[in-house]
């Protein structure tokens, strides 16, 4: 009689043999033409310039909110304060101060009186707007809907080449799209860009909106400088000089005549400078909002021209580096629609991401 123990083993074997007679071998992974690698280079470079385009215009979108924001907030808040009679008068003492300081060096004291205005609009207006929006906010928006619309013009090339999505996610590590200086972790590949979820645990990202960030912060002191504000604090210092001469001439006549009489004097003079004010602070107004509209207008278009510290800095590094990694291919021929790319609702208008 057989051993049980071997005729178990025997029959444990015969089942194996049939279960791995009947598997099928496995398909060795495709081998993708050189010519579909570079259409599909092409693609991904189409779909770079499509996202940039259309984060473009969604960043005209965001700025145009800001400066709506600013224009409104100058209106209520700052022309109301700056043209008022009583601000006119702290002023001419603060002018009197300047130039009492300055010992007759005219552009120190416009310097002192412009840089005093500039403080007083950004208490009462830039940064009760940057609660609601900023152009550094701006700016990270912009970069994350780059992202995250890159990721959707780019998710339908590989069923449209039957590429698996192994070898096309291999192919987006070979492509960079944020190439800083070392370390390594200053740096991320394309599949790393459109992987990392929430995108702020990058490193590379987190390195690329903080360089930005400090390089704007400077960029704005300059652009704030001259953002109209000199050219009111020339004028308003040339006025204030004048209407000081005035109340100097006005002060000396009271001192004269004695106390009564001295006060009527000054009372006097107070009035008609109060007076000749009102007549002239409808005009003086328009000549304000003027000056500071036409330069937040240039202020706008340089945030959004600037490569380093504009609101797109962040969408022109990363399409830059991808289309340097791309330069080697011919250019994409002309499409009527990029791969993958939805049609705008409107003209200019972006699809939302999911945020």
């Known amino acids: 009689m057989p051993n049980p123990r ?45 996202a940039t385009r259309q984060t473009t215009n969604h960043a005209r979108e965001l700025m145009a909110e800001w400066m709506d924001l600013v ?34 060096k005219r552009d120190e004291v416009v310097e002192r009186l412009a840089l005093h205005l500039q403080e007083q609009y ?7 707007v940057a609660r609601e929006l900023d152009p550094e ?18 998710r339908k090339i590989p069923q449209r080449y039957g590429v698996p999505q192994e070898q096309f996610d291999r192919r987006l590590k070979e492509i960079p799209a944020i190439a800083l200086a070392p370390p390594d972790a200053r740096s991320a590949s394309l599949h790393q860009l459109l992987h990392t979820e929430p995108i702020d645990r990058l490193p590379a990202y987190v390195a690329l909106v903080a360089r930005i960030h400090t390089a704007s912060a400077g960029a704005a002191e300059v652009r704030t400088a001259s953002a ?17 001469t005035t109340s100097g001439v006005a002060s ?30 409808p005009r003086t107004e328009a000549q304000l909002r003027k000056t500071l509209n036409d330069a937040f207008d240039e202020e706008w278009r340089e945030l959004l021209r600037d490569p380093d510290t ?11 580096r991808i289309e340097e990694s791309l330069a080697h291919r011919p250019a994409p021929s002309p499409r009527s629609s990029p791969p993958g790319a939805s049609r705008p609702a409107g003209p200019d208008a972006p699809p939302r991401p999911p945020w």
């Open 6 to 50: 071997f005729l178990i083993v025997v029959l444990m074997l015969a089942l194996a043999g049939c279960a791995s007679s009947g598997r099928p071998p496995e398909r060795p992974a495709p081998v993708i033409p050189e010519s579909t690698w570079r259409r599909i280079d092409d693609d991904i470079l189409a779909a770079s310039r499509e």
């Open 71 to 104: 224009h409104r907030r100058t209106d209520a808040e700052f022309i109301p304060w700056f043209s008022s009679y009583w601000t006119r008068q702290a002023l001419t003492m603060r002018l009197a101060w300047y130039r009492l300081n300055a010992e007759g």
């Open 122 to 128: 950004r208490e009462r207006v830039l940064e009760p």
């Open 137 to 154: 906010r701006i700016m990270e928006k912009t970069t994350k809907f780059h992202i995250w619309l890159l990721g959707e013009l780019l």
């Open 228 to 244: 109209g504000m000199t050219s009111v604090a020339r004028r308003t210092s040339e006025r204030l000089t004048s209407e000081l």
């Open 252 to 281: 000396a006549l009271a001192a004269a005549a004695g106390r009564a009489a001295g006060m009527l004097i000054s009372l006097g003079a107070a009035g008609f400078n109060s007076l000749a004010h009102g007549r002239e602070q």
């Open 310 to 320: 504009g609101v797109l800095a962040g969408v022109h590094h990363m399409a830059g």
